[in-house]
């Protein structure tokens, strides 16, 4: 008999980063099978979930299914066709990169059906893929950043306004997705029109961001209450900056240095940074905090929180804890416990006012 507690597999998603969540399933089934029993469900590109047979992850197929959003179902994935119970996972583990994944609404939904899961809760959650909201709370929680700003339409008279406040060269991105998807280097005030309509068709919210000369430094984050950061890495992309394609095509010559060769104070406050990003959101369970180190003054600024980071096989996540002590399979062990830790304290808690 498998006495493995089983763990829901969500991946896919309606998202532009569906492929990236095929690549990170493939590494996360494969550190989770030795200590869990594995439900794989695909969400196709069309919001489809599917489950599918044996415990690899496919890129198509299986059987759709539904969850229903009631505690009194158990977390029960029933036949879409007949209601008809096919599984009912002890926890979910969504593998979901950006939209209608990362953002909450999943998160939203499992904690309607009251069931235990991996990651940050639907507000951290939301606020960390807005970049926005997440850099509105980070600048509450007094965490320096790169000077930036907000645009919600075309406007001449703003973008104007942006090269004067904010210089040149300027990036410009998506407020609501990831793996730079989206985003340009604008070195020119004749090529910020057309990096505006190019953000534009991926979200109604647009970051613009001053451009500065920096090193590209990371750390994982792991823990619920009491979070921990690992050694930190920094990225040296193989091109002008870490775009999609530096990321995750085959020839990407990206060097990944781990840990980064930073002097001891900076290692240090690096960690204390991607701690207090994690908490200024109020995350839990794990996440990749994303940092810029000035190379004119050697100053640390906080860029940005992933909540549901890469897992492939190239990943910064999983290869920073490694560095630190943490096998692949004993960090995704964690995660899952730290999902299901959270969802116990939550279920202590009165949700009505005579309880």
């Known amino acids: 008999m498998d006495t493995r507690p089983s763990v829901a597999l969500l991946f896919g998603g309606r998202s532009s980063e569906h492929e990236v969540s095929l690549r990170s399933a493939a590494s996360v089934a494969a550190g989770l099978r030795p200590r869990h029993r594995l439900l794989c469900v695909l969400i196709d590109k069309q919001g489809r979930w599917l489950l599918q047979p044996g415990e690899e992850p496919q890129p198509q197929g299986g059987e759709e299914v539904f969850l229903a959003a009631s505690p009194t ?11 008809r119970e096919l599984a009912r996972p002890d926890a979910f583990f969504p593998v979901l990169h950006g939209t209608y994944g990362e953002d909450g609404t999943v998160q939203g939904l499992l904690e309607l059906a009251a069931v235990p899961y991996a990651g940050a809760g639907v507000a951290a959650s939301a606020a960390s893929m807005d970049k926005a909201m997440m850099k509105a709370l980070f600048e509450r929680a ?17 973008e104007a306004d942006l090269v004067r406040s904010l210089g040149l060269p300027l990036f410009v991105k998506p407020a609501n997705l990831g793996s730079s998807v989206g985003i340009s280097k604008v070195k020119g005030a004749p090529a910020l029109g057309e990096a505006l309509d190019l953000a534009f ?6 970051i613009v961001e001053r451009g500065l000369e920096v090193r590209e430094i990371e750390c994982s984050v792991l823990g619920n209450d009491a979070p921990e950061a690992a050694l930190p890495g920094e990225i040296v992309p193989d091109r002008e900056f870490y775009d999609y394609d530096s990321k995750y095509a085959a020839d990407s010559r990206t060097s990944l240095l781990i840990p980064a060769p930073l002097e001891p104070a900076q290692t240090s406050e690096a960690r204390r940074l991607a701690v207090a990003a994690f908490r200024a959101v109020d995350a839990c369970g794990y996440a990749r905090v994303d940092l810029f180190l000035e190379k004119a003054n050697g100053r640390l600024l906080v860029n940005e929180i992933n909540t549901i980071p890469g897992f492939t096989s190239i990943s910064m996540f999983p290869k920073l804890w490694q560095a630190s002590g943490v096998g692949y399979e004993e960090l995704l062990a964690r995660i ?11 279920a202590r808690l009165h949700t009505d006012y005579g309880g």
């Open 201 to 206: 068709r991926y979200d109604r919210k647009v």
């Open 142 to 158: 007094g965490l320096e950043q790169v000077p930036w700003r907000l645009l919600l339409r075309r406007d001449p008279a703003a």
């Open 336 to 346: 899952v416990s730290l999902g299901r830790e959270r969802h116990a304290t939550r």
């Open 73 to 83: 179902d158990g977390g029960r994935l029933r036949r879409l066709s007949d209601a």
